[in-house]
């Protein structure tokens, strides 16, 4: 058993080092507030900040702008620093390693944090409800083409 438990140890693994924390919360609100119709389509934008913070940290924002809610402007943010404990040494694997964090942990963490500052703002501010979408991140962001980017002043150059 012991050699499971020293396996799973030398294994990458992520450790969540600050977050999530809410960096921006901006509702506006028109004079002409109405209730809209339960399939009235509301444009929903998530963007998705990387920032490389280390060899293996990702600081990692997560942002959302709902319109077309009638008389409402909505966006909020949420940022994390994530780390991979026990990084792969291979310079791709730990790219990929990043990609899948930044891509999949990371937003799937977040997104439950917007999704409650959005309901309770609206409601705060007695306006239209309006409850976002529950998203699944396996297909929302593509790891192939997500942009890992290379450690600020490693001194020997970019990394990833």
């Keep these: 058993m012991s050699a499971e438990v020293a396996k799973s140890r030398s294994e990458p693994g992520i450790r969540l080092v600050a977050g999530p924390e809410l960096t921006a919360l901006e509702v506006r609100k028109e004079d002409t507030v109405r209730e809209f119709a339960p399939?009235?389509?509301?444009?929903?934008?998530l963007n998705l900040g990387l920032n490389r913070l280390?060899?293996?940290v990702l600081g990692i924002e997560l942002s959302v702008q709902i319109t077309n809610l009638p008389g409402v402007t909505l966006a909020v943010a949420y940022r994390s620093v994530i780390e991979i404990d026990n990084p792969p040494t291979d310079p791709d694997a730990l790219t990929n390693a990043l990609r899948q964090v930044g891509g999949r942990v990371a937003p799937s963490l977040m997104y439950p944090f917007i999704r409650e500052a959005v309901v309770s703002s609206l409601q705060r501010a007695q306006l239209p409800a309006f409850v976002p979408p529950i998203v699944n991140f396996a297909n929302v962001f593509d790891l192939e083409t997500l942009a890992v980017p290379g450690v600020r002043g490693a001194g020997c150059?970019?990394?990833?």
């Excluded at 399939?39 to 934008?45: C, G, L, R, S």
């Excluded at 150059?157 to 990833?160: A, L």
């Design 39 to 45: 399939d009235h389509q509301v444009e929903f934008k």
């Design 54 to 56: 280390g060899p293996s």
């Design 157 to 160: 150059g970019d990394q990833g």
